[in-house]
Each structure stands twice: as structure tokens, then as C-alpha cells.
């Protein structure tokens, strides 16, 4: 799990330079493979090689001729890569992915439960004030949130 967010740069090898509040539990948990990709380009996310391989198994549950399986898997192939982190704690980040998310030199990279995602700076803040989190989003997570619940406690009787 990964929480927060930091600044970070990419260098002109395109190497990302992950920072520490990242790379100690990235290291200690899950080890140097990542898998950086994305479904839309917007940025990177990067996922320890590990849980990527459940979201694998997690998609190999549908038939290989499922059209949002085969649409999921071509855009994350088309922008992915495996890549290890070095000796420094950096990592390759795609070029087509860095050219297609815009993201160089300065960016910031969110903790997600399962992954970091790199985000060109000023878009993530275009699209933070573009959308903004109201009172309605908030009601309607909360009662998403209920209702899981409520169906969770129902599975379990």
C-alpha cells in the first residue's frame, strides 16, 4: 500500500528517480521489478511486478476473445515495460509512455493502494481543478461505500 504523494524528477535517459517514501516500502515488500504502463497515456503507473502479475491472472479470468480484455491488454502492452529498479533506486520509464503522459523533469508520483502513479505536473493539477471533489461525489462514495458493506456482511452470515 502507498499513501501520499511526492515530487520527483525524470532524468534525460528517461530514468525516474523514486523517493524514499516510496522506494523503503517498494523495496522491502515487493523488490526491484516493476511494471510501468498505463490504460490511457494520461500518466505512468507503476506496480510492483508482483501485484501486476495478479492483475494479469485477475484478466486471464475472461476469454481471451472478451473485447474489453483485448482492448484492456493491448494499451497496457502498447505503454508497458519491465523494469527494475538500480543500485541509486531508479527506474526506465517508457518513451512512449513519457512522450504520450507528457511527463518529464519535474513530476509527481501518488501512492495507490497497488501502484505509484507518475503524473506530469501541471496536468494532474489542470485536471484536479478541471474536476473538483463536491458533496455529491462524497454522498454518493459513502453510500457505495454502504452498500459493499452491507453486502460483505451478508456474505459472511
Not at 27 to 38: K, L, M, N, V
Not at 109 to 121: A, H, Q, T
Not at 138 to 145: A, Q, R, S, V
Amino acid at each position: 500500500m502507498f499513501r501520499g504523494h511526492a515530487l520527483a524528477k525524470i532524468d534525460a535517459k528517461g530514468r525516474l528517480k523514486v523517493p524514499s517514501v516510496f522506494l523503503r516500502p517498494l523495496q522491502e515488500r515487493f523488490g526491484p521489478d516493476i511494471f510501468a504502463t498505463s490504460l490511457k497515456g494520461d500518466c505512468a503507473w507503476l506496480y510492483p511486478l508482483r501485484l501486476w502479475e495478479q492483475e494479469e491472472e485477475r484478466m486471464a479470468g475472461l476469454p481471451a476473445t472478451h473485447r474489453l480484455r483485448r482492448k484492456w491488454e493491448a494499451r497496457v502492452s502498447y505503454f508497458g515495460q519491465q523494469s527494475r529498479l538500480d543500485s541509486q533506486g531508479r527506474l526506465m520509464v517508457p518513451a512512449k509512455l513519457r512522450a504520450t503522459a507528457g511527463i518529464e523533469g519535474e513530476v509527481v508520483i501518488f501512492g495507490r493502494p497497488d501502484r505509484l502513479e507518475v503524473w506530469n505536473l501541471e496536468r494532474m493539477e489542470s485536471d484536479l481543478n478541471a474536476d473538483p471533489f463536491t458533496d455529491d461525489d462524497l454522498d454518493e462514495l459513502t453510500d457505495d461505500l454502504e452498500a459493499l458493506n452491507a453486502s460483505r456482511n451478508r456474505d459472511v452470515k
